[in-house]
């Protein structure tokens, strides 16, 4: 009996072997480190790698994946182009195809390599495979010896090894039909794509939405909220009871999850997105650069979906809609603005907003209530670059804050804070009602020494939801400590992001800045459970 031998070629791209050239690995299975045993291929003079790191499989020299080995990291590209700390660490077994490159341990340490093809090297005999194990020193134990090769003798009758080869002939031939057949009837994505043209986002949800969210749908789309989300609040917390999806804020999960699917319908909110291609990537880059999360540039298409001219009616402006003190604080020029009906120009000179709003500030018209600023000689908040620097400097506000950090819910919290701001009783020393003096509230009422799961347990307000504005005007807690608004804020954000990666890898992949995200376009990858459009798809 014979079976056809499939090998591994590598290509390292740096590091003591990069000067190999082409490096032939025995398949099926290669095991990679520092000291992979007898057979392994060993990466000699890489720092930073465990014993075995990974292992790649090559069965059929069609279907070749890379698996880490325990919790050793690796990471995958479709090409060496890339910054490796941007990309997530792989959880499972991902495809490779010709020219991709992985990174085996840490981004500033260990070995990259590129894969470059699955080689058939002809008929291996069975004798040949336990002849090569010894003298590779596997231990085959010493009674094995090598198979003897028998010939078919015509006029002997069956030989005794011939049913057995047919049955198991038969088993693989049922084996590869129920591939085909798995694959070929493989269930649609648990998202499926845009049905209508639909709106540019969606601002609120309704306890159906929740409820239809199948648990099957939640294990799909797990490692684009950890890898997103979960993961920095792992990092800032030291929570690691938080690695594990069940110990999540599950219902801040469940409504991001609902939202993606509401969101992934219509074509709009798809059509908004690549005409702020340029402008997301610049906001992701900064971000990436200040070492903050990414979603947070989906602030301000939650805010203003990128329109540098959006004006609120209390004169918030601009892609993140800074009010006019805030911009002030952060730096940001507001000069020279002028009142309808007057030739009277203003510009801030507070740092925070003042407490009721609508009746006590000067630009707002309380009787509407509207926006009193036509226009402003200078205004910074419609300047991408400077405003992300800001938001920025705000952002960092609550992500540095100890209680925050340690709160296991950093992300959303900041994110939160964008809207409810985070604590400007550090500005004016007079207590206000912002996103830290709620989570103080919310610890005191539950006992809790930190909260996780803050978010999600003031997801309470969901009786007005037949008013689709309501979640946009209304300051009602329903019993919890976030405002109405505050409410339905942070999972919108968060969706859009999610979405905002699959559809930026899968049409604008050769960005720099959205490039890292390429890797969930691999295997099982939770991309895969979006059905995301094309540009040609768009046009139409």
């Excluded at 992979?36 to 075995?52: I, Q």
């Excluded at 900041?414 to 009602?433: E, P, Q, V, W, Y």
Aim: proline share 6%; charged share 20%; net charge negative.
């Amino acid at each position: 009996m014979s079976k056809e031998r499939w090998d591994v070629v590598l290509r390292f791209l740096g590091g003591p072997m990069s000067y190999q050239g082409e490096i032939v690995a025995r398949g099926p299975v290669v095991r990679m480190g520092a000291d992979p045993g007898p057979g392994g291929l060993m990466l000699d003079g890489y720092r930073g790698l465990d014993s075995v790191q990974a292992t790649i499989t090559a069965y059929d020299g069609a279907s070749v994946s890379i698996t880490p080995i325990g919790t050793n990291q690796v990471r995958v590209a479709t090409h060496a182009n890339v910054t490796w700390s941007d990309l997530q660490t792989l959880h499972g077994p991902v495809y490779l195809s010709p020219g991709a490159v992985f990174h085996l341990g840490s981004p500033n340490r260990g070995a990259t390599v590129e894969f470059v093809e699955c080689r058939r090297l002809g008929v291996w005999q069975r004798g040949d495979i336990i002849a090569e194990s010894q003298q590779a020193g596997q231990n085959v134990g010493p009674s094995v010896k090598p198979t003897r090769i028998e010939q078919l003798d015509t006029q002997g009758g069956i030989p005794k090894w011939f049913i057995p080869a047919v049955l198991a002939l038969m088993m693989t031939t049922l084996t590869a039909m129920g591939v085909i057949v798995a694959v070929t009837f493989r269930p649609e994505p648990s998202i499926p794509g845009p049905v209508m043209e639909g709106v540019e986002y969606v601002p609120y949800l309704v306890a159906n939405d929740i409820a239809e969210i199948k648990p099957s749908t939640l294990q799909g789309l797990e490692q684009g909220f950890d890898d997103f989300v979960m993961r920095f609040n792992v990092q800032e917390s030291g929570l690691k009871m938080l690695d594990k999806p069940e110990n999540w804020d599950q219902t801040f999960f469940r409504y991001t999850v609902a939202s993606m699917k509401m969101h992934n319908r219509n074509f709009r909110f798809y059509r908004k997105l690549e005409e702020i291609t340029d402008d997301y990537a610049d906001v992701v880059t900064a971000l990436r650069e200040a070492n903050l999360p990414t979603v947070f540039a989906a602030i301000p298409y939650w805010e203003s979906r990128y329109n540098r001219d959006a004006k609120s009616y209390v004169c918030a402006q601009g892609y993140w809609q800074f009010m006019p003190e805030t911009a002030n604080r952060l730096g940001l020029e507001v000069s020279g603005c002028k009142f309808k009906g007057t030739n009277v120009l203003w510009r801030p000179t507070a740092i925070i907003t003042p407490p009721g709003i609508i009746k006590n500030a000067e630009y707002v018209n309380s009787s509407g209530p509207s926006c009193k600023i036509e226009r402003c000689q200078v205004d910074e908040r419609r300047d991408l670059t400077a405003s992300t620097r800001a938001a920025i400097e705000m952002l960092k506000q609550a992500w540095e804050h100890p209680e925050a950090k340690d709160s296991g819910s950093v992300v959303q919290m900041a994110i939160l804070a964008h809207n409810a701001g985070f604590d400007d009783s550090a500005f004016t020393g007079k207590r206000r009602n912002n996103i830290l003096q709620r989570y103080r509230r919310h610890l005191k009422k539950t006992g809790q020494p930190n909260a996780p799961d803050f978010y999600g347990k003031n997801i309470t307000c969901n009786e007005n939801e037949k008013d689709p504005h309501a979640v946009l005007t209304t300051f009602e807690t329903c019993g919890g400590v976030l405002p109405n608004q505050t409410q339905h804020y942070g999972y919108n954000i968060v969706a859009e992001h999610l979405l905002a990666v699959c559809y930026y890898a899968a049409n604008h992949g050769d960005n720099p800045a959205f490039n890292p995200w390429e890797v969930y376009l691999l295997g099982d990858s939770y991309c895969s459970e979006i059905t995301v459009p094309t540009i040609d798809q768009l046009s139409k």
